[in-house]
């Protein structure tokens, strides 16, 4: 067994295991390249490849049990190795138990190698007869040699998501992790990057990143030892969510998945949009559709005139989904606020004197779709439901039921809560069969983790922030056999559930609440480190008042959509979002379709700059914005080396020899530029790289198509 290697390929991203002489397993090599990292040393000197807890007493452990005997720490050997071929592809399971407690330990690695990630996690099974409690089983650990360790990881909470920080990572731990178990990607999405060898670009430098796929909350553990030595422990985030495994269970760990790049931050972008694309999100290939929502238009305040005057105008404009928010329910306790009515799905008469039906009507007649917002897993206490169910809801016995926004937590463990939920969502679409789209939101976090289910026993209790996930998922995907041609998206306040867990039962999230299109260009930029442009709902409104044009501009970069009050619209506004609408739809294959090139980031600069180009390198849309009126932080556009990497970026996807002909397609704009270039592809970066002229903010947008 010693000396055995175990060579995992991702399509030029691997990972090399290795036996000891000890039995214990080591990582040789991770990255490009593994080859050579793993030549004459002998392999006890490699990192281990899944530290526990008692093992390697200084470091941080990724794997925590106390064993049936109450010992508390576990040291794995190694057991025997086998690929399974599934339908997903090949798993490789390197099988390890501890040296003494009865239990299995799993090392799961799955190579995506059409898209060239590797997906890792851990499966622990108890094979004695006692109970054990699992501390943590993390799914990954890898290591890096680190010259100049820098991490990158986002958050920022509501009307806030992804705010960028770039850290160097000298020494000690730095943890990052989500809380709340419901909105997790709102404060912390479940992304880090990890540069190697100092502050990376987007064409330059080593980047590792990884990402959870789960809906509840993650983390990660950055440790710099000694010896430049830097390992990530990635996964669930443990603290409050022991397990107690019985004899015979097993537990697999949420699965983390890495992208590796030589060559700057956007290829693993690149390859985790492929990922979402084509293994992750919902009918992923499918173009999605100009969503017109009502929320920032009427609020509360729905009446079918209202709401038939704005699915006219919506119709009128090219939009092609209509979307009914949140208001629309409530008939003991009305939803005229936040304050009431959530869980009691009756159509409010008041509002809606003849029900759904006929707006539904008027709304397919024009030809666009219709949705509507649901909020399933939630509880006003001031509802017919809660009045009726009180011991529905996540709880603790004794303490406080803490309200946020009004509301109550319901206790989807409970087969008769779960069963309520999808009752709910199945009569609304069965009664409704023009329901084409949901909404599905979720507005606010689990706090008194306590569930009055059958199967969590008083002394599990802490097994709630798994088996809420869990019991979730089962909702949502029993909600996707169910219903397999309603297209959902997914809403926590905005961009909480933005996950590779979540987006499995998913087509879309809705990206942030906060639509100022200044603070837009960076939550979408910050966003499109992980997701692609085809699932981030971007909506044009009157958040920050700022002209319609800039906010279409910066729409149209992501899922586009309006969500305004289109009677109130000027007639010059009104053209601007036509033009945008239509615009929108000729290049909207690109945008969700297509390679993101970020070519000048808007952290820490005044301006912003994006392009998506199509697999062939003929056709591109190019997304610029000024985002203050004096721009500081970087050079002027083609002025100085400081844009040649961003710029040989795009250059890398175009061809060079190959003419194209570049457009001014900005909605709105009073003087366009020249209306058509025809420029080399060498020449095509210069050509584009006018900044919008001022006063801020200001937008262009150019479309490239090889002549
Ligand atoms: C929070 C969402 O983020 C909003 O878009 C809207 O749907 C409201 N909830 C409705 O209550």
């Known amino acids: 067994m010693a000396g055995q290697r175990i060579e995992i390929d991702a399509g030029g991203f691997g990972l090399v295991l290795g036996v000891g002489d000890d039995g214990r397993v080591h990582q040789l090599g991770f990255g490009r390249d593994t080859a050579p990292a793993t030549a004459d040393l002998p392999t006890w000197l490699y990192p281990l490849a899944y530290p526990t807890f008692g093992e390697e007493h200084l470091r941080e452990p990724a794997l925590r049990i106390t064993h049936g005997d109450g010992a508390t720490s576990t040291r794995l050997v190694y057991r025997g190795h086998h690929q399974q071929v599934d339908g997903r592809g090949t798993v490789h399971r390197i099988e ?21 990630l590797i997906e890792q996690w851990v499966e622990v099974t108890n094979d004695g007869s006692a109970p054990c409690t699992l501390h943590q089983v993390a799914a990954s650990a890898p290591s890096f040699t680190a010259v100049d360790p820098h991490l990158t990881h986002w958050g920022g909470g509501w009307a806030n998501e992804w705010t960028e920080t770039t850290e160097r990572i000298a020494s000690g731990t730095k943890t990052v992790a989500s809380a709340g178990g419901v909105r997790s990607s709102l404060h912390l999405p479940p992304l880090a990057l990890l540069a190697p060898d100092g502050i990376a670009s987007e064409v330059h430098g080593r980047v590792a990143a990884v990402t959870v796929a789960w809906g509840g909350d993650v983390r990660f553990d950055v440790e710099a030892a000694p010896h430049g030595q830097l390992r990530v422990i990635a996964g669930a985030q443990h603290r409050g969510a022991e397990r107690i495994l019985d004899p015979g269970a097993s537990f697999s760990s949420p699965p983390a998945i890495w992208a590796w790049s030589e060559t700057g931050i956007g290829p693993t972008s690149r390859a985790l949009h492929r990922y979402a694309r084509e293994h992750v999100v919902r009918d992923g290939g499918r173009t999605r559709a100009t969503v017109v929502n009502t929320w920032e238009a009427l609020f509360f305040a729905l009446d079918p005139e209202r709401l038939g005057a704005q699915v006219d105008v919506a119709a009128d404009l090219g939009g092609e989904l209509f979307l009914l ?24 008469r008041r509002k809606f004197p003849h029900g759904l039906q006929p707006l539904i009507d008027r709304t397919l007649k024009t030809g666009m779709r219709f949705g509507l917002w649901v909020e399933p897993e939630m509880v006003n206490p001031a509802s017919s439901l809660y009045e009726d169910h009180p011991d529905w809801v996540i709880a603790e016995a004794g303490r406080d039921r803490r309200e946020e926004r009004n509301q109550l937590v319901l206790d989807l463990c409970r087969p008769e809560v779960a069963a309520f939920c999808l009752g709910v969502i199945d009569r609304v679409l069965t009664e409704h069969p023009g329901i084409s789209y949901l909404k599905w939101d979720a507005n606010r976090d689990v706090t008194e983790p306590g569930s009055g289910a059958a199967g969590i026993a008083t002394d599990r209790q802490s097994h709630l922030p798994i088996d809420r996930v869990r019991a979730t998922y089962e909702l949502m995907a029993e909600v996707g056999r169910r219903h397999p041609d309603v297209e959902l998206m997914a809403c926590a306040s905005g961009g909480g559930r933005g996950d590779f867990g979540t987006l499995r039962y998913f087509h879309e999230i809705w990206t942030s609440d906060n639509t100022d299109p200044l603070d837009r260009v960076r939550i979408q930029w910050g966003a499109s480190h992980l997701l692609p442009a085809s699932v981030l709902g971007a909506h044009v409104t009157r958040w920050g008042n700022k002209p319609l044009a800039i906010g279409c501009a910066v729409a149209m970069s992501g899922r586009f959509g309006l969500d305004l009050d289109l009677q109130a619209i000027d007639p010059a506004e009104r ?85 194209y002909v570049v457009r001014d397609i900005t909605p709105g704009r009073a003087s366009p530029g020249p209306a058509r270039v025809e420029v080399l592809g060498a020449d095509v970066a210069s050509a584009m790289f006018a900044w919008p002229a001022g006063p801020a903010p200001a937008a262009t947008i150019w479309e490239i198509s090889a002549g």
């Not at 040296?99 to 059409?114: E, N, Q, S």
């Not at 993101?596 to 392009?611: F, H, K, M, N, Q």
């Not at 056709?619 to 083609?638: K, Q």
């Open 96 to 116: 390890l138990a501890d040296r003494v407690a009865p239990v299995r330990v799993t090392l799961c690695v799955r190579p995506w190698p059409d898209v060239g």
């Open 575 to 659: 053209e601007i979002l036509r033009e945008a609408v239509a615009t929108y739809a000729r290049i909207r294959d690109l945008v969700q379709h297509g390679q993101l090139y970020r070519l000048v980031s808007p952290i820490g600069t005044d301006r912003a700059s994006l392009a998506y180009v199509d697999d062939e390198g003929d056709r591109a849309v190019a997304f610029a914005y000024r985002l203050a009126d004096e721009l500081v932080g970087a050079d002027e556009p083609g002025s100085g080396p400081g844009h040649a990497p961003p710029l040989a970026g795009l250059l890398a996807a175009i061809q060079p020899s190959r003419t």
């Open 325 to 348: 928010d949140d208001g629309w329910f409530g008939t003991t306790h009305p939803r005229d606020d936040d304050t009431t009515g959530l869980g009691d799905w009756e159509v409010d």
